[in-house]
């Protein structure tokens, strides 16, 4: 088991790492806690969830929402919650959204935690305190910045991932790599086998160092005015992929990082070999670097993003693997690269 601790002017987070599920009920309180999951994670769990209200909602990004969040803070009301309740959302990265967003805001906030099930949230979704729902579709439009007080991450509760959704969290693995650690990104070119077949020791190695970067880039800047927003490289295209496609956060991230390697390379910062290392690497985790969709619909969805500043937006390039620059890019531009295609 490993713990790390998140330290920022909001308080105090504690990441906990290949400990058992069970586990949660020695870090919750004895009374007024209340649980969101999802169906996927209940069928699988429900029986061992502490025994404690719980309000299940549908799997998927389609809850992440307004009116999901009105109903979950509804049924707190009537069950009682009040400003000394505790909130746990047992789930993935859908789930630990949408019950931040609910315990920050609801009685203008009380105290929560996640139990993080999937790979995605273990490594980034759970981790660094941004709560948020979409609006129209548009990712995490609404939202704040508040820590929970503990993440759970059982690396036996992966197993029961479908494999897609287990291969979506390998988009986030590599681009911790990318953005701070180059022996990492040497370690998953080795392991890239091992962490396709669940290999517990590969798993929980990249799950402690993701959050270890992840950890010190948000306790340096939690509210993402300079430093977080390299943790947003493969994300700016990535999140436009996803509002198009409607393709997976991982696998849209994946595109998302070719997409911006491949910029990288014609501003000259990335060298080519380095480029298809990148890409090799992509394609051994079988994640997508490419896909059949007009790129001037997804630049559309780009000029929409909240990270948008007038006529602008900031790309996280690559100056060489585990090396980043924040680059303030004008539309004109990535619309002309696209264009030359």
Same mark, same amino acid.
């Given at each position: 088991?490993?713990?790390?601790?998140?330290?920022?002017?909001?308080?105090?987070?504690?990441?906990?790492?290949?400990?058992?599920? =069970?586990?949660?009920?020695?870090?919750?309180?004895?009374?007024?806690?209340?649980?969101?999951?999802?169906?996927?994670?209940?069928?699988?769990?429900?029986?061992?969830?502490?025994?404690?209200?719980?309000?299940?909602?549908?799997?998927?990004?389609?809850?992440?929402?307004?009116?999901?969040?009105?109903?979950?803070?509804?049924?707190?009301?009537?069950?009682?919650?009040?400003?000394?309740?505790?909130?746990?959302?047992?789930?993935?990265?859908?789930?630990?959204?949408?019950?931040?967003?609910?315990?920050?805001?609801?009685?203008?906030?009380?105290?929560?935690?996640?139990?993080?099930?999937?790979?995605?949230?273990?490594?980034?979704?759970?981790?660094?305190?941004?709560?948020?729902?979409?609006?129209?579709?548009?990712?995490?439009?609404?939202?704040?910045?508040?820590?929970?007080?503990?993440?759970?991450?059982?690396?036996?509760?992966?197993?029961?991932?479908?494999?897609?959704?287990?291969?979506?969290?390998?988009?986030?693995?590599?681009?911790?790599?990318?953005?701070?650690?180059?022996?990492?990104?040497?370690?998953?070119?080795?392991?890239?086998?091992?962490?396709?077949?669940?290999?517990?020791?590969?798993?929980?190695?990249?799950?402690?160092?993701?959050?270890?970067?992840?950890?010190?880039?948000?306790?340096?800047?939690?509210?993402?005015?300079?430093?977080?927003?390299? =943790?947003?490289?493969?994300?700016?295209?990535?999140?436009?992929?996803?509002?198009?496609?409607?393709?997976?956060?991982?696998?849209?991230?994946?595109?998302?990082?070719?997409?911006?390697?491949?910029?990288?390379?014609?501003?000259?910062? =990335?060298?080519?070999?380095?480029?298809?290392?990148?890409?090799?690497?992509?394609?051994?985790?079988?994640?997508?670097?490419?896909?059949?969709?007009?790129?001037?619909?997804?630049?559309?969805? =780009?000029?929409?993003?909240?990270?948008?500043?007038?006529?602008?937006?900031?790309?996280?390039?690559?100056?060489?693997?585990?090396?980043?620059?924040?680059?303030?890019?004008?539309?004109?531009?990535?619309?002309?690269?696209?264009?030359?295609?």
């Amino acid at each position: 088991m490993e713990q790390i601790k998140l330290s920022v002017e909001r308080g105090e987070s504690k990441i906990i790492i290949g400990n058992k599920f =069970l586990a949660v009920k020695t870090l919750i309180p004895d009374s007024s806690v209340f649980i969101i999951t999802d169906s996927n994670v209940a069928l699988h769990y429900l029986v061992d969830f502490p025994k404690f209200p719980t309000y299940i909602i549908e799997p998927g990004e389609g809850s992440k929402n307004l009116e999901v969040v009105s109903n979950v803070s509804r049924w707190l009301l009537e069950e009682g919650a009040d400003r000394s309740s505790f909130l746990l959302g047992i789930g993935g990265g859908v789930v630990c959204d949408l019950a931040g967003f609910v315990a920050s805001t609801y009685m203008r906030g009380i105290d929560f935690a996640f139990v993080a099930t999937t790979l995605m949230a273990q490594v980034d979704a759970s981790i660094g305190g941004k709560n948020g729902v979409n609006l129209d579709g548009y990712k995490n439009i609404v939202g704040t910045f508040n820590q929970p007080k503990f993440v759970l991450c059982p690396d036996e509760m992966l197993r029961t991932l479908p494999r897609e959704e287990y291969t979506n969290g390998f988009a986030e693995i590599v681009k911790h790599s990318l953005i701070a650690d180059r022996e990492m990104f040497e370690y998953l070119e080795q392991n890239a086998d091992g962490l396709k077949a669940y290999y517990p020791s590969v798993i929980n190695h990249l799950v402690k160092r993701s959050v270890d970067i992840k950890a010190s880039i948000v306790h340096a800047d939690e509210q993402e005015r300079g430093e977080r927003k390299i =943790l947003n490289f493969g994300h700016t295209w990535g999140h436009a992929v996803e509002k198009v496609t409607g393709l997976s956060h991982g696998m849209s991230v994946s595109i998302g990082i070719e997409f911006a390697a491949r910029l990288s390379v014609a501003r000259g910062l =990335l060298d080519n070999r380095d480029y298809m290392r990148i890409m090799n690497l992509l394609r051994d985790l079988n994640l997508p670097i490419c896909i059949k969709e007009n790129p001037m619909r997804i630049f559309e969805a =780009l000029t929409k993003d909240k990270k948008k500043t007038m006529n602008h937006i900031d790309f996280i390039l690559l100056k060489g693997i585990g090396k980043v620059s924040i680059e303030r890019l004008p539309f004109d531009e990535i619309r002309s690269f696209i264009e030359e295609k």
